[in-house]
């Protein structure tokens, strides 16, 4: 089974603290994803990873930077934490391109105070 | 880009009943279509897809159809049970990238 695990469950943070949420995957998937999720908005892609090193925007990138050091680790870096980054983080990863199943991470609720 | 828009947001049914999801797109490059369930406390997990050369696809007690001509499909589950709770999301890709277009989501609950 494709295991996906996230760094941590629950995560509070205070406004202007740098934030990492750590990925790591165990099935060699070339992509990896970064997604958070809003009551009412569904899922919302904040960056993507094809390769490591590689990364590219998602929909919503203000605020948020990745790094991918290691092809089964992917990291979401809040610079500089702000309220308006509460929220649930979901990290996914597919083997290929866009018509692959995503296996997700059980996500990681971030609160900012 | 890509915009899926998805309804109900919220559906309440009987132990038994049928229940329809529905969700349309926009991008008629889009060629595949995933439906995740998020059970509480839990990451989405792929239940179904289709993809853009088959018009309906059933598993058991749920089903997807698509139809391309007027961009939508649809999830159906069948004889629903109190742990088909969850909420559901449907989503596009295969146009370009590697990306995903995600619906809003269906709380689904199940009345026992």
């Known amino acids: 089974d494709v295991k996906v695990t996230q760094s941590s469950r629950y995560l509070v943070k205070r406004t202007g603290e740098k934030v990492f949420l750590e990925c790591v995957q165990d099935m060699d998937h070339e992509n990896m994803f970064w997604y958070r999720q809003d009551p009412g908005l569904g899922l919302r892609l904040i960056y993507f990873s094809y390769d490591v090193k590689m990364k590219e925007k998602g929909d919503i990138p203000e605020g948020y930077s990745v790094s991918r050091e290691k092809k089964e680790r992917f990291s979401l870096i809040l610079e500089s934490a702000s309220t308006n980054q509460t929220s649930m983080y979901l990290c996914?990863?597919?083997w290929g391109r866009g018509t692959d199943t995503q296996y997700f991470g059980p996500g990681t609720r971030l609160t900012v105070l | 880009g890509e915009n899926v828009e998805q309804h109900p947001s919220t559906l309440s049914v009987q132990e038994g009943d049928s229940a329809v999801i529905k969700c349309t797109y926009s991008d008629s490059a889009s060629n595949y279509f995933p439906w995740y369930k998020q059970e509480l406390g839990k990451g989405p997990q792929l239940i179904i897809d289709?993809?853009?050369?088959?018009g309906e696809k059933k598993d058991q007690r749920i089903a997807v159809t698509l139809n391309k001509t007027a961009k939508h499909f649809s999830l159906h589950i069948t004889e629903t049970q109190p742990e088909d709770s969850a909420v559901y999301f449907c989503a596009a890709g295969g146009n370009t990238g590697n990306q995903f277009y995600f619906g809003t989501g269906t709380s689904l609950t199940v009345i026992p």
């Open positions: 289709i993809r853009s050369n088959v």
């Open positions: 996914a990863s597919t």
